[in-house]
């Protein structure tokens, strides 16, 4: 409980991401097709940190403990149509 204070008093810090794709699609032959697709999430690496503990009286208050969102993650695709 924050008792009188105003709403959002505790403001965490803000978010800076970055996700990309990009896809590539092959014919070897007439009637087949190739699909390779990557996928870049949190591209730049920044950290994007959770919220700071809210919790008045205590040891975490105000202390950013973890990350909101895990670091980089690339993931690849390969699609086969035929």
């Avoid at 590539?24 to 920044?46: C, Y």
């Amino acid at each position: 409980r924050y008792g009188t204070s105003g709403r959002d008093v505790v403001v965490g810090p803000g978010v800076t991401d970055l996700d990309c794709s990009a896809q590539k699609v092959f014919h070897p032959t007439e009637r087949v097709n190739l699909e390779f697709r990557s996928e870049f999430f949190n591209l730049l690496n920044h950290p994007i940190f959770y919220l700071p503990g809210a919790t008045v009286a205590t040891p975490a208050y105000g202390v950013i403990t973890a990350t909101n969102v895990p670091s980089r993650q690339i993931q690849f695709a390969l699609k086969l149509r035929f």
